[in-house]
């Protein structure tokens, strides 16, 4: 057998000591990690925490590689670890046989007969939404997609435990600790410790957040109450590994999780999936135009959803265009190899899907909304295999792919047949990345679709 001697993984430049890269990223960070994909190979090391290799892995080959081959044997890294300092220990943040006890106890909530029951849910709760919009008012619409997200959520996996006003009193801490783990992930360990008042504010909300979960979680405890739902499944859980229930804390930790995972993506998915619709009268019309043939003046069921193949593209391209990952991490825990590469135990590792997404060379005209980049088979079976990575892959791809798939065409087709957006001609909506990429400001004016007539009129 010949070994290959694979060259040196270069180091990105303008790393400052103690610092490493964190004013780059503070910056601009989706256009540095962009930048790595034009100036280095497969794989590159930036600096995060000084003293830490991180290798950002650009190539689909061994990204796919490092999520499914080497993923029993990676533990998840410096992202899910700042997640954790929020979420506590839970199936996000676990590794190894922890992790897979804790998926075991989550998967009954997303089969496929419990996701079929939701939609009517989550299309009531669409309606309610879109009922409480102002027509000819300007909606900040990814703030509106929030709420949207997180009344779905507590009416289908948490109905009936989590009342409205704990997922409201949760909404707002959130986004500032959501905002912290984004500038955690980015900025050296040591700045964390350091008396200011972000990190205080970050402490505080960080508290609220896990006081208010607790709280909601001891008095169902309490109750006694079987509601049938993820709260119930989790009550009466029992740890595999001490054979006893679930303390309250390992059940706050995943119900988090959850409120976290299904939210911030989902909102801005739909959010971007919107906004792209509103900016092309083309694709307006094509998805408006299958959403009549299918439905008619009917509301949209659980069997639409495989029949609506033009609102299906729409929705993968914008999970091409604009996903919510930026950087999605993992450390090796025993020297291992990678492609042609010996990494080191303790070296991070990390893949941005928002960048491999745009990647020119396996996405042509990467940057335009193209919905029909998926209309034809032999096309996609094209792409580069690994290239297109919406839920990632392996044993810690996402546990809500189906739900999120469901409830993102449900609200889609609910919403775009009621209401239609209007931006400033020319406004440009960029993407942030805090923990999740989002939309910046996106306030859309609100016009009320009459009737039919006036889908057909345009
Ligand atoms: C468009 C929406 C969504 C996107 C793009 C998305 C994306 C992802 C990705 C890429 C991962 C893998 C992370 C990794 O490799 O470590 C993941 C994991 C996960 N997602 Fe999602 N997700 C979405 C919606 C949801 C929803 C709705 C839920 C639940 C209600 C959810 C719950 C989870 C959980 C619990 C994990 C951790 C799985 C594990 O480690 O075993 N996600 N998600």
């Known amino acids: 057998m010949t070994l290959v001697t ?5 180091r990105a430049a303008g790393s400052v000591p103690f610092l490493g890269h964190a004013i780059q990223l503070i910056r601009d960070n989706l256009g540095f990690i962009a930048s790595l994909r034009t100036h280095y190979g497969p794989m590159v090391e930036i600096t995060l925490q000084p003293g830490t290799r991180t290798l950002i892995v650009q190539d689909p080959e061994l990204i796919r590689t490092m999520l499914t081959d080497l993923g029993p044997s990676l533990d998840k890294g410096r992202f899910f670890e700042k997640m954790g300092q929020l979420l506590g220990d839970s199936v996000v943040t676990a590794a190894g046989q922890d992790h897979v006890r804790k998926r075991r ?8 007969p419990q996701i079929a029951r939701y939609v009517e849910l989550m299309r009531a709760e669409t309606d309610d939404a879109v009922d409480g919009w102002q027509p000819g008012h300007r909606l900040d619409v990814r703030e509106a997609m929030v709420k949207l997200s997180l009344d779905m959520l507590a009416k289908t996996i948490f109905a009936g435990s989590l009342d409205d006003v704990t997922f409201r009193r949760l909404r707002d801490d959130l986004s500032v600790v959501m905002n912290g783990v984004g500038a955690r992930v980015m900025l050296p360990d040591w700045m964390e410790r350091v008396p200011l008042p972000v990190n205080r504010r970050f402490d ?3 508290d609220a957040v896990r006081a208010t979960i607790n709280h909601a979680v001891a008095e169902l405890q309490e109750s006694g109450r079987d509601t049938g739902d993820m709260l119930s499944l989790l009550l009466h859980a029992t740890d595999e590994e001490t054979g006893r229930p679930l303390t309250g804390h390992q059940i706050s930790s995943e119900i988090l999780t959850l409120a976290v995972a299904g939210t911030e993506t989902i909102a801005s998915v739909l959010s971007w999936a919107l906004y792209e619709i509103s900016r092309s009268p083309e694709i307006e019309r094509t998805v408006l135009d299958e959403l009549d043939t299918v439905l008619g ?5 659980v069997e639409d959803l495989s029949r609506l193949p033009r609102l299906d593209r729409v929705v993968r391209e914008t999970l ?7 950087l999605v991490t993992r450390r090796t825990v025993t020297p291992t190899r990678l492609g042609d590469w010996s990494i080191p135990a303790g070296t991070e590792l990390a893949y941005c899907q928002h960048a491999l997404h745009r990647d020119p060379e396996l996405f042509p005209d990467p940057l335009t909304f193209d919905p029909d980049r998926w209309l034809d088979d032999a096309q996609v079976g094209a792409f580069t295999p ?6 990632g892959a392996g044993k810690h791809k996402c546990i809500g792919d189906r739900f999120a798939l469901t409830e993102l065409v449900t609200a889609i087709a609910t919403i775009v ?3 239609r957006f209007e ?4 406004h440009e909506v960029r993407p942030v990345a805090q923990a999740t990429v989002r939309p910046g400001v996106l306030m859309m004016t609100v016009r009320r679709r009459n009737d039919a007539a006036e889908r057909k009129d345009g």
């Open 6 to 10: 694979p060259p040196p993984i270069p």
């Open 105 to 112: 106890q989550l998967q009954p909530a997303f089969g496929r």
């Open 204 to 206: 505080a909300a960080r």
């Open 297 to 301: 003046d009917r509301p949209v069921t």
């Open 320 to 326: 091409r265009l604009h996903h919510t990952g930026w």
């Open 386 to 391: 690994g290239a297109f990575l919406p839920f």
């Open 417 to 419: 047949r009621r209401v």
């Open 423 to 426: 931006t400033p001609p020319g």
